[in-house]
């Protein structure tokens, strides 16, 4: 299974605010500014922490999901990886 790991440690800037669930990330390499739900940035902390796997991340996620763990929860969480690799935070470790 496909590892997930932060693209460059070190270069992101979080903002959020109490109660809201829109956090802003600036990125201090690129110059870009992004918008993440409290899912993308509960991935983008763990792979910032350590290298994880897609189930791995599904798993710790999982609190944030209604109805405790499952495929469909996976799926969810790769797609929110793909996004965030689409815009340079996270890249993938294949095999």
Known sequence: MDGWRAAHSG??????WAGEDIHIVFDAISGDTHLLDDLSLH??????????TTQELAQQASSLFEGGFSA?????????LLQLQSVGLVTRNTP
């Open 11 to 16: 270069r992101l800037c979080i903002r959020s």
């Open 43 to 52: 991935l983008l902390e763990r792979v910032n922490a350590h290298a994880a």
């Open 72 to 80: 469909e929860q996976v799926e969810f969480v790769q797609a929110s």
